[in-house]
């Protein structure tokens, strides 16, 4: 091995931008804060993290972040660093300590986000990447192009399993492609996970024989490692398609168990993004966060959506979209299907599919749906109607003038 | 189970606070944007997550975090919420994604950070805590009293398996009772896990034999499940007492599943903390962060130290310290022993001892010991001979007068 692993850092400093990039680079590898006698010229030059590049962008006059070296002017630069394959070899977890460890709590550092990683090869080796991806989630859910239409059991929580199977039925009966749990629904006594599959699976089945395609419901299995397999095991056992995690919650080591034990795509919730992104000066960028993520098997990623009810921009949803479908590695593409939501109607369907060009992910909508005056099916055939629009670059309006559903979605969208 | 989880968060908004506290506890809960006809005045009793209080702490005209809604004016306020266990039954992951999931990212947010947690005693009995824990760490380490002088093997990364084994032989010569991994070394191939662990525990043993006192090593075995089982069980086999894991990398699963099949004392190393914290704004306090990794089973926890290095204030310091002492339940303590270290010396032992009232800990010096003029043994007596001293009440100075290494060590210190 002798490749390097390479990470893009946004870094504000009141130190010199130089002397603040080694500080970190040295921190992140041999160095120490005293020199050593046995931190030899060798001993650096084999095991030192290398400054790659530095390119000052503009001086602010007040820190982003406190604690920090007091300055009268901050600097913010791109900051690129390598570590060799050899200090911590083709480990995800040790990724994790190298290049997102302790240098975020430097004192010359009054701002730092992670925006990029490149991998040596030795890692698509070494992790196995989704099973399934855009190719088997289309095999399993029977939609063979365009995107599948999703939606959210609502309320989150607080329906019993009896009344989620009664919403799964309705939504299966209305043509849905894609179902899933909440994220704050998992196993709680007032909705056993056993009980919720069971009841959905059979509604599920139900609707696959007069339909002819089965209803795809991501089961939201979150737990402890035990309690992920067996629920995993059920929802296979019952011919179920799909299971669901949260991301950080389980943490890396839950989801590569997950994705061992796993025979069904893993969808992955990212809930808790907000307290890894949400300061500009601070934390991850979706792209290198889901790289990891995909690495270590998951099948779907959730992007927010565009226009959404929360914090983030169309821009910033757009890019983790497009980093979610972009290939890993040249001869190991790994890709994962984005998952779009919150606030979503088929008015995003157009602003989506332009700005990544294909329809390889996973819509969902909540009141987009449901609200529909014409009831849930004519609420998944009107979204269903403005992606064929938008993938035909047919405008909405024009389109609704022969679909009668989504001429009623767009007064009511 | 009718007990309640109680969260306490930090909140800017620029919205009113109580509508954006109703937003915040609905989004979290049974809650939608959209008010649906099965979101019953029943369900939202049962299921829905209740403000157990709200107080205002002041208005500011700009927001601390983008991305919110626009307002003239942004209040902070503490906010309590709680929910009922029926929600999720006593699961720590599904807490994360509870209590630490969405939320950050509401547009009603402009600053939001969990402060405190209270949790029903379900979680004691669904969770088994340190297994070592004090009295366990100082059975191990043959340490009856006072804190473990501990010390990190430095420079970080870059030293292989005999040269490793080479500094032990220094430190466990010189007296020390605790010595780390760096998080940076885990099982690299130029410092591969199993060679630095039996050519440092020959040294150990050897040292065992003339001091009749075997010095405590965490193994940073920080890896997938298999490997982290793997390395567990060879430390285990060649008699050492305990290994390091670091809690951002593996995730909550990693560390349940890790104290599962552990029989040494589990040393948790917190890197990546800073992205979790740095922005006052946003994120997590250490005291709920620490309180699930506690249930979860670590026995040590990184605290930083007074004076650090880093950019955390000494009252951030002390109160992550004490947070780690405090009982988790009345009948189920689970305390753990919090870790010192970052720039640490003898000088910060009165200061750590009065703010703790104990010395139910592990403090760590690098440059503090190996630079002691008078060597490392030297180095170990004097940070020995301050803590002897703090604990005592006598200034520093005063035993130093019949104390020749310490009396060096304040010169160089």
Redesign the interface.
């Known amino acids: 091995?002798s490749e390097r692993i390479h990470a893009r850092y946004w870094l504000e400093t009141g130190d010199d931008p130089r002397r603040a990039a080694e500080v970190i680079a040295g921190e992140?590898?041999?160095?120490?804060?005293?020199t050593?006698p046995?931190?030899t010229p060798e001993?650096?030059a084999?095991?030192?993290a290398r400054i790659e590049r530095l390119d000052v962008l503009e001086q602010v006059p007040e820190p982003s972040?406190?604690?920090?070296l007091r300055s009268k002017v901050y600097t913010r630069c791109t900051l690129e660093l390598s570590w060799?394959?050899?200090?911590?070899?083709p480990?995800?977890?040790?990724l994790?300590?190298?290049v997102?460890?302790?240098?975020?709590?430097?004192?010359q550092?009054s701002g730092?986000r992670l925006t990029g990683l490149r991998l040596p090869a030795a890692f698509a080796a070494a992790y196995p990447g989704p099973a399934f991806g855009v190719a088997g989630t289309r095999r399993l859910a029977g939609v063979a192009s365009g995107p599948l239409i999703g939606t959210i059991i609502?309320?989150?929580?607080?329906?019993d399993p009896q009344?989620t199977a009664e919403?799964v039925r309705q939504l299966v009966d209305g043509g849905i492609d894609f179902i899933k749990d909440d994220?704050?629904q998992?196993?709680?006594?007032?909705c056993p996970f056993d009980e919720r599959v069971r009841a959905s699976m059979r509604v599920i089945h139900d609707g696959a024989q007069r339909h002819g395609r089965q209803a795809m419901m991501a089961f939201n299995l979150?737990?402890?490692?035990d309690?992920?397999r067996r629920r995993h095991d059920l929802v296979a056992s019952l011919g179920g398609s799909c299971v669901m995690v949260?991301l950080?919650?389980?943490?890396?080591?839950?989801l590569?168990?997950l994705r061992r034990h796993a025979s069904l795509p893993i969808h992955a919730?990212r809930?808790?993004?907000?307290?890894?992104s949400?300061?500009?000066?601070?934390?991850?960028d979706y792209a290198p966060w889901q790289q990891i993520w995909r690495l270590a098997g998951a099948d779907h990623l959730h992007v927010?959506g565009l226009r959404n009810?929360?914090?983030?921009?169309d821009d910033s949803v757009i890019a983790a979209a497009r980093a979610v479908q972009q290939p890993l590695f040249a001869h190991a593409p790994m890709a994962a299907m984005p998952v779009f939501s919150s606030?979503q109607t088929g008015l995003q369907a157009p602003g989506t599919f332009a700005a990544l060009g294909n329809a390889d992910l996973i819509h969902a909508a909540?009141?987009g749906i449901?609200?529909h005056p014409g009831g849930i099916a004519a609420g998944v055939s009107a979204f269903r109607q403005a992606w064929d629009a938008a993938m035909a670059g047919v405008p909405l309006a024009e389109h609704a003038r022969t679909h009668a559903e989504l001429q009623a979605g767009l007064g009511f969208w």
């Open positions: 091995m992140q590898s041999s160095g120490t804060f005293l050593l046995n931190e001993l650096k084999r095991s030192g972040l406190p604690g920090g060799p394959i050899e200090n911590l070899g480990s995800l977890t040790n994790m300590a190298t997102a460890g302790n240098l975020f709590e430097l004192r550092v730092l609502k309320p989150s929580v607080g329906l009344q919403q994220e704050l998992a196993d709680g006594p007032h979150t737990g402890d490692l309690q992920m949260s950080n919650a389980i943490g890396l080591v839950g590569l168990e919730h809930c808790g993004w907000g307290y890894l949400r300061c500009p000066a601070l934390g991850w927010n009810k929360f914090s983030e921009s606030g909540g009141g449901f609200g």
